[in-house]
């Protein structure tokens, strides 16, 4: 519902009236709404890389590039930025492929387990941080039909993220468990958390719960908004448990198919 207010004023300056108009926001008008909204913030987005570049970039054309101490500085701040704004392209053309009718998955039958281990191992094997990885994963062989492609950037932004806000010497624990032929997958750290009231909206799009410091870690606000039409278009669902100073927990679901030996489970 939105109200639209009217005053009547005379031209004394008095006000001796107030018309109301309450309307309902129709659905066109919310897709509307929200499409002006996309488009501001991708301007917004775009324009802080480049006008940080247009700075240093005069900053050199005016002379420091002559100087060895600052001009290596100032070509690794553009360098940064132009990296930045190519996540944050490429991120906005995958949305806009899965926005698109022709957005297929490719779709593989593939052991769960050992799909997810693969990942967990090359972050393992590639992780600057002092975090330690905990895995509880079952025994079992469990199978998906996935597109690996798109599951793996899906893990990819979940493990990213539990790496960036976790603490020195912090814990990433890394499950699965099968509730109603689905499997449930659960990445866990205790970093930061996230306030209670954020928690559902970090799967929106340029959502982040603290904007300045997020951008600095080069991140786009995009990941977790990709992760989750990611997940829906496999017939799943995301969403985070959160306790602020604590950790979070980031869930998802898959359907899961036979087994090799054909049995459910
Ligand atoms: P970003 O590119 O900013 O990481 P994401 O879509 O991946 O964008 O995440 C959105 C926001 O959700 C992040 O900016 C951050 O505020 C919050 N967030 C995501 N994962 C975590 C986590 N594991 N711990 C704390 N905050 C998180």
């Known amino acids: 519902l939105r109200a639209n207010f009217s005053v009547i004023q005379k031209e004394t300056g008095f006000v001796n009236g107030l018309i109301t108009v309450l309307h309902d926001i129709t659905e066109q008008e919310k897709i509307d709404?929200?499409?002006?909204?996309?488009?501001?913030?991708?301007?917004?987005e775009l324009r802080t890389p480049l006008t940080t570049m247009?700075?240093?970039?005069?900053?050199?054309?005016?002379?420091?590039?002559?100087?060895?101490?600052?001009?290596?500085?100032?070509?690794?701040?553009?360098?940064?930025?132009?990296?930045?704004?190519?996540?944050?392209?490429?991120?906005?053309?995958?949305l806009s492929k899965m926005d698109s009718q022709e957005y297929e998955l490719n779709l593989e039958f593939v052991e769960f387990n050992k799909f997810f281990t693969r990942i967990i191992d090359r972050f393992e094997m590639s992780k600057s941080r002092n975090v330690e990885f905990i895995r509880l994963l079952p025994e079992k062989s469990y199978f998906v039909d996935i597109d690996t492609d798109k599951l793996t950037q899906v893990i990819d932004n979940i493990i990213s993220n539990?790496?960036?806000?976790?603490?020195?010497?912090?814990?990433?624990?890394?499950?699965?468990?099968?509730?109603?032929?689905?499997?449930?997958?659960?990445?866990?750290?205790?970093?930061?958390?996230?306030?209670?009231?954020?928690?559902?909206?970090?799967?929106?799009?340029?959502?982040?719960?603290?904007?300045?410091?997020?951008?600095?870690m080069g991140g786009t606000g995009l990941g977790l908004a990709i992760a989750r039409e990611m997940i829906e278009a496999h017939g799943g669902k995301i969403w985070a448990e959160s306790e602020e100073g604590q950790g979070t927990t980031i869930f998802f679901t898959l359907p899961y198919e036979l087994d090799e030996a054909g049995d459910w489970e």
């Open 33 to 44: 709404m929200e499409r002006r909204e996309f488009v501001a913030n991708v301007s917004h």
């Open 162 to 216: 539990a790496l960036k806000y976790s603490p020195d010497g912090g814990n990433i624990r890394f499950g699965f468990t099968v509730h109603d032929n689905m499997l449930r997958v659960m990445i866990s750290d205790d970093g930061m958390g996230i306030p209670k009231e954020n928690v559902t909206r970090i799967f929106d799009r340029f959502y982040r719960v603290d904007r300045a410091r997020a951008r600095s």
């Open 54 to 94: 247009r700075s240093y970039l005069e900053a050199l054309a005016e002379g420091a590039w002559k100087d060895e101490n600052i001009a290596p500085t100032f070509l690794n701040v553009t360098q940064t930025e132009t990296e930045r704004m190519i996540r944050l392209v490429n991120d906005l053309l995958q």
